[in-house]
């Protein structure tokens, strides 16, 4: 038995790994596996409508958006968004964490070639990003194509519960650590995007949920970073991820057999809440991210405050079966990452090694 | 039982799927599932540098070019190649067939925003890309910065078994149809792409193979898309496709134990003959490639010349457990797909029951 804290590719609901597992040879009784189903046929078909509609259901996702299950990750996102959307136009960019300045630094590199203005409304590199940008709303020009926000960030381990005032600008949210693991409402957004490996299924999938009146029949670069080109085509304008499509509707049921999202984000937060707690009630961790109303459900990095006792703990820690725990090489210590997946018992676990950690080295 | 003739996706190997499916939930005793292995450790970092020794073993790939497992398929390639390797260049496209068309297209969108000729050595779309277009090398620039060739149509059946003189510029090869499945020079190239789906992998993995001295320093607009940056972190920039690259290397595993590339080549060429020898055999049957010697070893397309007809063959077919042997609705008819894991039998009871049809059906 272990426990899986990895950032990301993370544990997968056994559930679903079991049926797919139980399936993987003969899917539906057609005699293939899902990974040889062509994707022009019946089968597939059936199941890339049912993601897309399971999907919509848990999100509560309004017809007039598109959604797209591409390829390339959030970092393909980074360039998408603002060749899409931002030509001839201003695009804002809030960096509260390294996922937030790489988006950032991704349209600044496309704006060399494409004429728009990417500006940032505020970073908090310099404090290792421990807290979130704050930025006043009568900063930004009502004319910008967007405003983009990391919802989650899975390095620093803050989260914005509370949507930011744009002054009436296009919303767009990098979900890759809490899609499905806390409930935003998807209205508040113009376009939403994450990477499967974290709360969705195997990595290599992309899901982008676009707004229809941000899809503008101008020529983009390449057809396979033309959402409208994408959209239009059903997420088929080439061979897509098949295998990734049918575990994540696997993942979706097994979301949606839970209660749901808001449900996902009560036990999430019962997750978080538990180990912020025992952080909380004693000297020897700590948590780098400063403000308590920006720590994120998903992602918990914390200290000894001391490299030599970090690096026992992770050792100590891995070999009684909590794997992956060590946190980034950015902000050092563990990190605890507790996706949609990661069980209640697991935490409760981990707690139990803390203290009997900090008993043994509390010297 | 079925016998797939997808044209990809397509039938992998029954002993890859077999380990997958062992695994699934626990791989190498990690107690994760591959899915769930974060992309960074060390059984994972296993996994990925293994697929490349074995791909290079299997190709003969020379330590002076960089092995990449991507995302977006051969249509992302169709950006990438001309971003990076054309710009301020003249670029030439072979267009014998529709993912020839494609490529062509695409450089020629791209050539919209950033400054590079592409240009085609010609088309033979007005005959259905019967056969495949011939050049002359002094028709060649000889600073060009490529020729692009399509190795294989797997909606035409055509493929290259000779490789063009280029007048000494790079040849860039889309090997999507045939890698693994026809015994190719590398060294004859400067850069080779393939979607995995047909004789590697899942969907959703593309293998890059780009002679080093093509990486260039200068900016590419995205990081995602540029071949020095995606080497530079072996192709870990970011989270790549992880259980596509495990099934990769399950593949490649699987062509080794066969006796390699040259022996799958072997193998290739039997199945094509014996179903290319019925066909040459019977008046019913007919190919719709005109040049005998230009005959696809992966996709053969085949037609009772009569719409009709065709219906029923197909919808029999279906029934007698020959799947996805509908042809493309470009050139219409059937068309068997006899990839790499595709077996021998499978073309012998292919030809058994298309006998059986002739004689049912020859009125």
């Known amino acids: 038995m272990v426990y899986n804290f990895a950032a990301g590719p993370s544990v997968l609901p056994q559930e679903a790994l079991l049926k797919a597992q139980a399936e993987l040879l003969d899917y539906a009784g057609s005699g293939m596996s899902v990974m040889e189903l062509t994707h022009r046929g019946k089968e597939f078909t059936a199941i890339i409508e049912h993601a897309e509609e399971t999907l919509r259901e848990l999100m509560h996702i309004p017809d007039n958006y598109q959604v797209l ?6 970092s393909t996102q980074f360039t998408m968004v603002p060749l899409n959307l931002a030509v001839g136009k201003k695009a804002y960019y809030v960096e509260s964490g390294s996922f937030g300045k790489k988006a950032f630094t991704e349209a600044v590199k496309l704006s060399h070639f494409i004429p728009f203005e990417p500006i940032s409304l505020g970073s908090t590199e310099s404090q290792n990003y421990n807290h979130l940008v ?15 926000v990391t919802l989650n960030n899975t390095i620093e381990g803050t989260t914005i519960y ?10 767009v949210g990098d979900m890759s650590s809490d899609i499905l693991a806390f409930d935003y409402e998807v209205e508040k957004f113009a376009l939403i995007y994450a990477g499967a490996q974290k709360n969705i299924g195997p990595a290599g999938m992309t899901v982008v949920i676009v707004r229809n009146d941000l899809l503008t029949d101008k020529e983009i ?18 061979t897509p991820p098949t295998f990734g499509i049918y575990m994540s509707d696997l993942v979706f049921e097994w979301v949606k057999a839970q209660g749901g999202v808001k449900a996902m984000a009560e036990k999430n937060l019962k997750k978080s809440a538990l180990l912020y707690e025992y952080i909380d009630s004693t000297e020897f961790y700590k948590s780098p991210v400063i403000n ?8 918990i990095p914390f200290s000894c405050g ?20 060590k946190g980034h090489r950015s902000v050092g210590g563990m990190r605890a990452s507790l996706y949609n997946a990661f069980p209640f018992e697991g935490v409760e676990a981990l707690v139990d090694f803390m203290k009997k950690f900090e008993e043994e080295n509390d010297l």
Chains 1, 2 share one sequence.
């Open 69 to 74: 299950f591409l390829q390339g990750g959030a």
């Open 162 to 171: 509370e949507l930011p005032d744009t002054n009436g600008v296009p919303l």
């Open 292 to 299: 308590k109303n920006e720590r994120s459900l998903c992602n």
């Open 221 to 238: 670069l390449s057809s396979m970073m033309d959402y409208r080109i994408l959209a239009k085509n059903h997420s088929l304008y080439n």
């Open 134 to 148: 704050q930025f006043d709303a009568s900063e930004i020009d009502s004319d910008a194509a967007y405003v983009h």
């Open 306 to 325: 001391d490299k030599v006792k970090d690096d026992k703990f992770i050792e100590q820690a891995d070999r009684a079966g909590f794997k992956n725990i």
